[in-house]
């Protein structure tokens, strides 16, 4: 079993600029592209085909290939987290206060 912890910050951004109406999208877009990473590194780290992967992660073949080239548009977060707790990982979101933020 693997454990995965998916800090949320908007420190993550590169480059800034972002109205504030930009960032949930891009927080949303950073969470999955570092959920994909994790993905692809099982894949990886357990030698697992495609098709394999697909099986233990409840999905098709080609979902698999869309994590693995890195299209995270193709996924909502619950789908990403699902694949993984099939694949034997718990998934720890963590959000963290964004000192910018001010209300």
Same mark, same amino acid.
């Given at each position: 079993?693997? +454990?995965?912890?998916?800090?949320? %910050?908007? $420190?993550?951004?590169?480059?800034?600029?972002?109205?504030?109406?930009? $960032?949930? +999208?891009?927080? !949303?877009?950073?969470?999955? !592209?570092?959920?994909?990473?994790?993905?692809?590194?099982?894949?990886?780290?357990?030698?697992?085909? +495609?098709?394999?992967?697909?099986?233990?992660?409840?999905?098709? +073949?080609?979902?698999?290939?869309?994590?693995?080239?890195? !299209?995270?548009? !193709?996924? %909502?977060?619950?789908?990403?987290? $699902?694949?993984?707790?099939?694949?034997?990982?718990?998934? $720890?979101?963590?959000?963290?206060?964004?000192?910018?933020?001010?209300?």
């Amino acid at each position: 079993m693997c +454990q995965v912890s998916v800090p949320t %910050t908007v $420190e993550a951004y590169p480059g800034g600029g972002m109205t504030p109406l930009d $960032e949930p +999208q891009a927080e !949303k877009t950073v969470i999955k !592209k570092r959920l994909v990473s994790l993905i692809h590194g099982i894949i990886r780290d357990k030698g697992l085909t +495609q098709g394999r992967a697909a099986m233990l992660m409840g999905v098709s +073949q080609p979902r698999i290939s869309d994590a693995v080239c890195g !299209k995270v548009e !193709k996924f %909502t977060i619950d789908a990403l987290v $699902e694949m993984l707790t099939r694949a034997g990982c718990r998934v $720890e979101i963590m959000p963290c206060r964004d000192d910018r933020v001010r209300g």
